[in-house]
């Protein structure tokens, strides 16, 4: 659910609720492109303030969605606590 907190204009504030935390918007969220964010553990960009990444299907596709299942989902995949969103990465096939 999005919850407007504040508009001007076009233009809005407000939090992104999902089961895996709350994002406030606008929110920079880190590339996580094959399930890591590079040059940071996951504890490190937690620590950063940072709750929420940015995967892409197909990277992880083609990892193999077995070993993603086998981990538990993409969270306990990736050792990632907060939010996780992805694109599709049709733009690379």
């Not at 233009?11 to 964010?37: D, N, Q």
């Not at 077995?66 to 733009?91: L, N």
């Amino acid at each position: 659910m999005f919850e407007v907190m504040e508009r001007q204009g076009r233009a809005r504030i407000g939090r992104l609720h999902t089961s895996h935390g709350i994002l406030e918007t606008p929110v920079f969220l880190p590339v996580a492109t094959k399930a890591v964010v590079k040059t940071l553990t996951p504890a490190e960009a937690w620590e950063a303030g940072c709750r929420g990444v940015i995967v892409n299907a197909l990277h992880l596709y083609r990892r193999g969605m077995d070993r993603i299942r086998r981990a538990g989902g993409i969270h306990a995949f990736m050792g990632w606590p907060g939010v996780v969103v992805s694109d599709s990465g049709g733009f690379q096939s």
